[in-house]
């Protein structure tokens, strides 16, 4: 059971650029999450899924694109990469139960220079 | 909108000995949940512990223990016995219940130091 997968663990783009963050769990979650963690700082939601199709912002979604066609994936893209999305980006997934645990990934460390 | 303080972005702790890392949180909910989670330095988020807002009783596993005093909107942890392996970031984190966004609301969090 791999949990929460995230590739890839590094990246480095230069300012403009754009790529699309991997993001698969195989634990029948229908909750998907974004988040950030820049420097010294908690984690912050980009974006979330409730399901395949459903989709919403968060807290700081702006510069960033999701979609989720399947309940296991829910990648997140970077158009036009600033320094600014310089950051630790973690994907974590949880289901619809009274816990509300939240499983997270292990991850993507991104520079933008 | 809910919010998550930590005031000690770091302490520290000698082996073997107990230590209580604060938090406080502001809602106007009167159910929720919230967590700990602990981060090594290979970044991973671990789930230490977990409170929901309806019991009263405080949760406890292993050598983590939380103190949760509802009406004072505070949940520290306390870690018991020490160990080199519980230096890390710890992140308090609030969820309301329900609802159709789930997501974790954060703090700061604080940087554990073990000395041995």
């Known amino acids: 059971n791999a949990g929460v997968t995230q590739t890839p663990k590094f990246r480095i783009l230069k300012i403009g650029q754009s790529m699309t963050l991997q993001c698969t769990q195989d634990?029948?979650?229908?909750?998907m999450y974004w988040y950030r963690q820049d420097p010294g700082m908690g984690l912050k939601l980009i974006y979330y899924?409730?399901?395949?199709?459903?989709?919403d912002k968060g807290e700081v979604p702006n510069g960033y694109n999701v979609s989720r066609s399947t309940t296991e994936d829910f990648p997140l893209r970077l158009e036009l990469a600033a320094p600014s999305q310089t950051s630790v980006y973690f994907c974590a997934s949880s289901y619809l139960g009274r816990s509300y645990e939240q499983y997270f990934g292990p991850g993507t460390r991104l520079t933008v220079t | 909108a809910q919010t998550v303080t930590q005031s000690q972005p770091e302490m520290s702790v000698q082996e073997a000995e107990t230590v209580t890392l604060s938090c406080t949180y502001d809602t106007s909910e009167s159910d929720y949940y919230l967590f700990w989670y602990k981060q090594p330095p290979s970044r991973q988020m671990i789930l230490v512990i977990r409170q929901e807002a309806y019991k009263q009783q405080n949760a406890t596993e292993n050598r983590f223990s939380v103190n949760f005093q509802k009406a004072a909107k505070s949940f520290s942890l306390k870690i018991s016995d020490s160990q080199l392996g519980d230096a890390a970031m710890y992140f308090c984190?609030?969820?309301?219940?329900?609802?159709?966004?789930?997501?974790?609301?954060f703090g700061k969090g604080t940087k554990l130091s073990v000395k041995p």
């Open positions: 984190a609030y969820r309301s219940p329900g609802g159709s966004q789930g997501n974790l609301i």
């Open positions: 899924s409730v399901g395949a199709g459903i989709t």
């Open positions: 634990m029948n979650h229908n909750y």
